[in-house]
């Protein structure tokens, strides 16, 4: 369900992301592990500026998307909203560069629906626990937002406990959406 590659071929109950948490989304599409080729790529993109291969991990990722069996139920792509002082930073929102591409490929609108509360403590480098903490209330819908009743397709560029995409979730459930799946590039 989390993406995450299981050894031996076990089924979903079996994954020690999965078992005993409720994550809220349904199913998650991925380029690949974070790692490798994969990892060093979004970490020069992400941290040293060069966005170009966005538009390349988009291209991939919407293409991995549209493969999935149940991309065709997907109404609405929504991208995790970074926070203000990393959009300052950086001059960009990783998650939005992937979304659009996933979005014109799903022929589907990509919705502002997401913002973040406050200021944001970043992820990198903390343990699993206090990534569920740290997210956990992290988002809420944007005024006005009407996930009512859609189904939605939530884009990240890295998944690592799945605290960011649970929180995600939870505010656009409690917002009306009718399921909330995931699609990030590197897990």
């Known amino acids: 369900r989390c993406a995450e590659p299981l050894d031996g071929g076990g089924s979903p109950p079996d994954c020690v992301n999965c078992r005993g948490r409720d994550l809220g989304f349904g199913r998650v599409a991925a380029l690949g592990r974070y790692a490798g080729p994969l990892a060093a790529l979004v970490r020069r993109a992400k941290f040293h500026g060069e966005t170009g291969a966005w538009a390349w991990l988009g291209d991939r990722l919407?293409?991995?998307?549209?493969?999935?069996?149940?991309?065709r139920e997907i109404d609405a792509v929504v991208a995790v909203p970074a926070s203000l002082r990393s959009r300052l930073r950086r001059g960009f929102n990783p998650a939005a560069l992937l979304a659009r591409p996933v979005a014109e490929a799903l022929d589907r609108p990509l919705m502002?629906?997401?913002?973040?509360?406050?200021?944001a403590v970043p992820q990198v480098g903390l343990g699993r626990a206090e990534r569920l903490a740290n997210a956990a209330g992290a988002f809420r819908l944007v005024p006005g937002a009407a996930p009512s009743g859609r189904a939605v397709l939530l884009v990240?560029?890295?998944m690592t406990t799945g605290a960011t995409a649970a929180a995600c979730t939870r505010a656009?459930?409690?917002?009306?959406?009718?399921?909330v799946d995931g699609a990030v590039a590197g897990r």
């Open 62 to 71: 919407a293409a991995a998307v549209a493969a999935a069996p149940w991309a």
């Open 112 to 119: 502002p629906w997401l913002a973040r509360r406050g200021p």
């Open 156 to 158: 990240d560029d890295v």
């Open 172 to 179: 656009l459930l409690e917002g009306g959406a009718r399921s």
